[in-house]
C-alpha cells in the first residue's frame, strides 16, 4: 500500500510498448536498407548541384576576368600617363589624347583617380 | 562490458510501468512519456558497448528524468504547453477531475528534487540510497525530503482547492 495511492494511482503505459521499442531497434540495426533510397537521391542532388555550379563558373569567370584584366590596363596607362597632355592638366586623375581624324577637333580620354581607384577596388 | 538486447528489453519490461507513473506526473502527456522512455533506451542502445548491465536500470532512470526535465525547460521556452490526456487518470465525476488539475498544479510547484524524490519514491521501488544516487543528493535527506514534499503538497492541494 503506498502512502499516496488514493492521491497518485498507478496508471497503465499504453500498451504495445515494448513491441514499438523493438521496432524502432531494428530500424537503428539495418540503417543501411532503410536509407539507401534516400542515400542515393541525396547522392544525385549534390552532383547536380556540382555540375551546375561548374558551369556557372564556366560561363561567368572568363567573361570577368577579362574584364577586370582592361580595366587594370586602363588604370595602369592613365597612371602612366598623368603628365600634362599637350598643355591640359588633368586635377585627381589624366588625359590620354586620342586620334580624331579631323585637324580642328582634339579628341581625350580622361578619368579621375576616384574613378580608377572606384575600378580597382571591383 | 556490453548490454545485450534481451536485458534492454528485460529492463523495458521491469521499468516500463514505474517510469510511466513519474514521468507522466511531470510531464501529463501520453505520448510525451512514451516518447521519453522510449528515447532513453534508444539512447542506451546506441551506446550499449560501454554500458554496464549491473547499472542499467539506474542509467534508464538517469537518461529518462533527464530528457523529461530537457523536454519541460523546451516547453517552458516556447512556452507550450500540451492538452493534458485528463481521461488518462480515472476520471468518474467532475471532482476527479478538478482533483487531477489541482494536483498537476500542486505537484508543479514543488522544488524539482522535492517533487522527483516524493515520485521515485512512490512508484519507483527504488531503496532510499538508489534515489540519492539518481539524483545526486545526500542520502540522509531523502527521506527528509520527502516528508517535506508531501507535507507541502498537502497544503499545496489546500490552497488550490480553496481558490
Request: hydrophobic share 45%; with cysteine; glycine share 4%.
Amino acid at each position: 500500500m503506498r502512502e499516496l495511492e488514493t492521491l497518485l494511482p498507478l496508471l497503465e503505459p499504453p500498451p504495445g510498448g515494448l513491441a514499438r521499442l523493438q521496432q524502432k531497434i531494428a530500424k537503428r540495426r539495418h540503417p543501411s536498407e532503410q536509407v539507401s533510397g534516400r542515400s542515393h537521391r541525396r547522392t544525385w542532388n549534390t552532383a547536380l548541384a556540382a555540375m551546375v555550379a561548374t558551369a556557372i563558373c564556366v560561363a561567368l569567370v572568363p567573361h570577368w576576368v577579362l574584364q577586370r584584366r582592361q580595366t587594370a590596363m586602363i588604370a595602369a596607362a592613365l597612371r602612366r600617363d598623368v603628365l600634362p597632355v599637350n598643355g591640359i592638366r588633368v586635377l585627381n586623375g589624366a588625359a590620354i589624347e586620342l586620334p580624331s581624324g579631323q585637324p580642328d577637333v582634339r579628341l581625350y580620354l580622361v578619368q579621375s583617380v576616384a574613378d580608377t581607384h572606384q575600378n580597382d577596388m571591383k | 562490458m556490453a548490454a545485450r538486447e534481451d536485458a534492454l528489453y528485460g529492463s523495458y519490461r521491469r521499468l516500463e510501468g514505474p517510469l510511466y507513473n513519474v514521468l507522466y506526473r511531470q510531464l501529463w502527456h501520453r505520448e510525451d512519456c512514451q516518447d521519453v522512455i522510449h528515447d532513453a533506451y534508444m539512447r542506451i542502445w546506441a551506446r550499449r558497448d560501454s554500458v554496464d548491465e549491473e547499472t542499467l536500470d539506474a542509467l534508464v532512470w538517469t537518461t529518462a528524468l533527464n530528457l523529461a526535465r530537457n523536454r519541460l525547460r523546451w516547453r517552458r521556452l516556447w512556452r507550450h504547453e500540451p492538452l493534458v490526456d485528463e481521461n488518462h487518470v480515472t476520471v468518474s465525476s467532475e471532482d476527479d477531475f478538478l482533483a487531477t488539475r489541482r494536483l498537476r498544479v500542486a505537484l508543479r510547484q514543488l522544488p524539482a528534487t522535492s517533487r522527483d524524490v516524493l515520485l521515485l519514491s512512490e512508484f519507483s521501488e527504488l531503496r532510499g540510497r538508489e534515489i540519492a544516487a539518481l539524483l545526486r543528493i545526500p542520502e540522509g535527506t531523502v527521506a527528509s525530503r520527502k516528508h517535506q514534499a508531501m507535507a507541502r503538497l498537502k497544503v499545496l492541494l489546500e490552497d488550490v482547492a480553496d481558490a
